[in-house]
């Protein structure tokens, strides 16, 4: 049973920055692209960032991109998310998700696990 499990959100300052984490277990996690996405009160869940099997590919969604980065760790089974100069339009509960293979896509398909998310909000 594939488990994913976010922490490191939590109230931030605008400008300010967090370190997410996404802690895996079961299955092999070298396998599987992952990604992070996030979900505004009332809105719909956004791609935030993705990231290949080795690590080397990236991806990021434009709201966010020069703002965060995506890493993984796949001795740790863990994947993380740095995020910089964070704006209170960035609060969102964010979740960290695998993707079945070892593609990623930014819209909401080609996932097979999620974690229940970790909330990211952002004062002004």
């Known amino acids: 049973q594939v488990q994913l499990v976010e922490s490191g959100g939590g109230l931030v300052q605008a400008g300010g920055s967090l370190r997410l984490s996404c802690a895996a277990s079961g299955g092999t996690f070298s396998r599987y692209a992952m990604g992070w996405f996030r979900q505004a009160p009332g809105k719909e869940r956004e791609f935030v960032a993705a990231i290949d099997r080795s690590g080397i590919g990236t991806n990021y969604g434009g709201s966010v991109k020069g703002r965060v980065t995506i890493s993984r760790d796949n001795a740790k089974y863990t994947m993380s998310l740095e995020m910089h100069s964070l704006q209170p339009e960035d609060t969102a509960v964010y979740y960290c998700?695998?993707?079945?293979?070892?593609?990623?896509?930014?819209?909401?398909?080609?996932?097979?696990?999620w974690g229940k998310g970790t909330l990211v909000t952002v004062s002004s």
């Open positions: 998700t695998r993707y079945s293979g070892s593609n990623y896509y930014t819209g909401l398909h080609g996932m097979d696990y």
